[in-house]
């Protein structure tokens, strides 16, 4: 059976139990860390796992009046979703008066002149969302929430009093539980043996591991939903602070100043109001003798898969600590410290100011330096309050007015047959832009457009989500020096929806309010439909190859199955080696993995037995052959490799090797051209977009026999986003079929399921896997 989510350890009807008996908070003493957990948050060697830092914030909000505790979700696994509410009594006793004030400053259109401008101002306070633990390996986010949850529960000092009278904490302890729980239960169990600050061997988000703060305009995870549906689009914060973890040999701790580029429809007020509290951070930390911040550096602002707020009137602060081994402190050799995006490590300079020296590195710094990033931005917020009301007012008034390089709308012409239109609709809702339909048909210039087709006017608050979301990427041409070589891009350079998801966008410049509108439509169900021919008695046998080191590309594909419930196994190491697939598949699965890894996996003596090894030549010989015996073999990506070498094809990679001066695409979509007559483009057309990134491949054929369903058209390949050295991949096959002894094998360049938003693509990794089953 496929891989399923699990009955929660702490159900959540167990947790609202818990919190309505609560109550009103009780005059009672705020119990410490240590006195709950038995130790110090932030200890060497220690980490308190989500059951435990549940069941203290639950205590934190019976114990102090500045706390409230919500249950805002279930995790994929079924664990409760937190959020705390943390400010002053005084606040809490206006809370829905402050929400509102604050909703009205989100639509300009709800403020009754200037006179009424002032008057929210004058009573609204600064809404501040920390989020913490993402990514679960980044251990001290999810102690440090705790600790910062306790001192601002607790403490009385002037500037935790200032805080909590000017600002409304939103605080999402962990955005994902379930990750927490586990790493946190790894580490612990393994402490003092030889596997001693290793990972949990398999992805720390159920679907999606690492890439789960990537899901920040897709929103396909519970996680994200919950932090959209009921802390982003509840409050509009002003500032979203993300508390991440980097690599260990460069600076301590990152903030904004983000590197360049900013993503066009980010506005000119944001940028500005982050890099000064980015670099006030900086200073914060620096003046405290904190050595090691740096700002302008590594990390870019381009992708709206990582800034939601960018999008919604507020600032994201990202911040990146230095990491250890897990909760195990590591010496730092001063002369392994180096070079990183933008500055030197090794040395000084503007926006590395206190060098770090090296030393030994632990936990107690990891979460002491996070935590007084937090209050250093809790500090800002509450000391320019009216600052961050008013910008955020100015902006979204800006948004309101339209911007000159915006459109007056876009009109997607309605298709109740097309899935990826539904989605994007979906994404578009849940973000809170305003999206209406047309009550009767209409011409724009020579153009008729439907009753029903879908208007997104321009003239709104979250116009700028729209538009990055519907627009081609042009990412800029940006040079190490002038004449000099390119910047390469810190992540992925494109996102356009209309042609990740095949549908039709169409901008236009002038809107007249006619043809009258519907009201903004609810947010719609997605529509996974899952081809017939993959579904009931008759529908093909399929095996996912889960390996120890399953890449992010596999969770995302079960993710996909699992939404269409399509029937399949996870396959593991010893079904493999143990032969006679055909008796039970008729289709073998390998997303985006390394043939090193698939056939010798996980090294022996660096993890426990029961997760070392690969295929092995007994699994690779069982793989030859199922094929042989008339078995489908589907590979994607890096798989292909294995199964090239696997099979001894007469093809080869035509991007491997090539030095990244001469070939980079990190990640844009593509044309492709189909040959629409071969089953698995059927009903596709003769093109399409896909995606491609570091991964992927185009192809040398040299045999006649090996059919080529998809090539790179013949020119620039890419469509949006950017890439350097097209000539590359410019015309070459890039989806191929070679037919083995009874059986075939479908080789995937480029990645059919990019993050679950290729939804376009989606039918071509569909119809691979359409095989007749043995009768």
Do not use: C
């Not at 730092?332 to 180096?338: E, F, H, K, N, R």
């Not at 699965?589 to 010798?600: D, G, N, V």
């Not at 078995?631 to 491997?656: K, N, P, W």
């Amino acid at each position: 059976m496929a891989d399923r989510p699990l009955r929660a350890l702490l159900s959540f009807a167990a947790l609202a139990v818990l919190i309505a008996a609560a109550g009103p908070a009780r005059a009672q003493t705020v119990p410490t860390p240590r006195e709950h957990f038995g130790f110090d948050l932030g200890a060497d060697r220690k980490l308190a796992d989500w059951t435990a830092l549940t069941a203290y914030y639950e205590k934190l909000a019976r114990a102090s009046g500045r706390v409230k505790l919500d249950t805002i979700g279930t995790t994929t696994m079924g664990r409760p979703f937190l959020m705390l509410t943390i400010t002053s009594p005084e606040n809490h006793a206006r809370l829905a008066e402050l929400q509102d004030i604050q909703l009205r400053l989100a639509d300009p259109r709800r403020v009754a002149g200037d006179a009424g401008l002032q008057q929210l101002l004058d009573r609204g306070r600064t809404v501040v969302l920390i989020t913490h633990a993402i990514h679960s390996t980044e251990v001290g986010s999810a102690q440090a929430a705790a600790r910062l949850a306790w001192k601002l529960a607790s403490l009385n000092d002037e500037r935790t009093r200032e805080i909590l009278d000017n600002v409304i904490l939103l605080q999402v302890p962990s955005l994902n539980p379930d990750g927490t729980q586990w790493v946190n239960e790894w580490y612990n169990t393994h402490v003092g043996t030889d596997y001693e600050g290793t990972a949990p061997p398999w992805l720390y988000q159920f679907y999606t591991g690492h890439d789960n703060n990537r899901d920040w305009y897709a929103f396909t995870q519970k996680e994200t939903q919950a932090t959209i549906e009921r802390a982003h689009n509840a409050w509009h914060p002003h500032i979203v602070h993300d508390i991440h973890q980097m690599g260990g040999s460069g600076a301590r701790i990152f903030f904004p100043p983000y590197m360049d580029p900013i993503e066009p429809n980010v506005d000119p007020a944001i940028v500005s109001a982050l890099n000064q509290l980015g670099a006030w951070m900086a200073a914060d930390l620096t003046a405290q003798g904190r050595p090691g911040a740096v700002i302008n550096a590594i990390y870019d602002a381009f992708a709206p898969a990582r800034a939601y707020q960018h999008y919604h009137g507020g600032v994201r602060i990202l911040s990146e600590t230095a990491s250890a081994r897990l909760a195990t402190p590591v010496t730092v050799d001063s002369t392994s410290l180096g070079g990183g995006r933008e500055y030197d490590a090794a040395q000084r300079s503007w926006n590395y100011p206190l060098r770090y020296e090296g030393g030994e590195w632990g936990l107690p710094d990891i979460v002491d330096y996070q935590e007084a990033g937090a209050l250093a931005l809790l500090a800002n917020a509450a000391k320019n309050r009216r600052f961050w009301l008013e910008n955020f007012f100015r902006i979204n008034q800006r948004a309101v007015n339209g911007w000159p390089r915006w459109p007056a709308a876009w009109l997607l012409p309605a298709d109740s047959t097309n899935p990826g239109l539904t989605f994007a609709l979906r994404i578009l809702t849940m973000a809170d832009v305003e999206v209406q339909r047309a009550q009767q048909a209409f011409n724009i210039g020579e153009r008729e457009f439907a009753a029903g087709t879908y208007v997104i006017p321009m003239k709104q608050p979250y116009a700028s989500f729209a538009q990055t979301m519907l627009e081609v990427q042009q990412y800029p041409d940006l040079r190490e020096f002038p004449g000099g070589p390119p910047k390469r891009p810190y992540d992925v350079t494109a996102h356009t929806l209309p042609l990740l998801m095949n549908f039709e966008a169409v901008p236009v410049d002038q809107w007249d309010g006619a043809p009258r509108l519907s009201d903004p439509i609810p947010v719609p169900e997605p529509a996974f439909r899952l081809p017939a021919v993959l579904a009931g008695r008759n529908a093909p046998r399929i095996g996912y190859y889960k390996s120890w080191q399953e890449p992010m590309e596999g969770g995302w594909t079960r993710w996909v199955f699992d939404m269409h419930g399509l029937a399949y196994d996870t396959v593991k190491n010893e079904r493999l080696r143990a032969g006679n697939l055909r008796r039970d598949y008729d289709v073998l699965l390998f997303q985006s993995q390394a043939a090193q890894s698939i056939r010798t996996g996980i090294e022996e003596g660096t993890y426990p037995d029961a997760y070392t090894g690969g295929l092995g030549d007994e699994g690779v010989a069982a793989v030859r052959a199922f094929v042989e015996q008339g078995g489908r073999l589907v590979a994607i990506e890096e798989a292909t490799d294995f199964a090239i070498e696997t099979f001894q094809l007469d093809v080869s990679s035509a991007v491997i090797g090539l030095r990244p001066q001469d070939f980079y695409v990190p990640g844009s979509i593509v044309k492709l051209e189909l040959d629409a007559e071969h089953a698995v483009a059927a009903a596709l057309g003769d093109s399409i977009h896909g995606w491609y990134w570091d991964s992927s491949r185009s192809f040398n054929v040299r045999d006649a026999n090996i059919h080529v369903i998809a090539q790179y058209v013949n020119q620039n390949p890419v469509v949006s986003g950017w890439i350097l050295g097209p000539e590359r991949i410019a015309g070459r096959p890039a989806l191929l079929e070679a037919r083995v002894g009874q059986g075939s094998i479908i080789l995937f360049g480029f990645q059919p399921n990019y993050r679950g938003h290729s939804v376009g693509t989606w039918p071509l990794l569909f119809n691979a896997m359409t095989v007749p089953r043995r009768r």
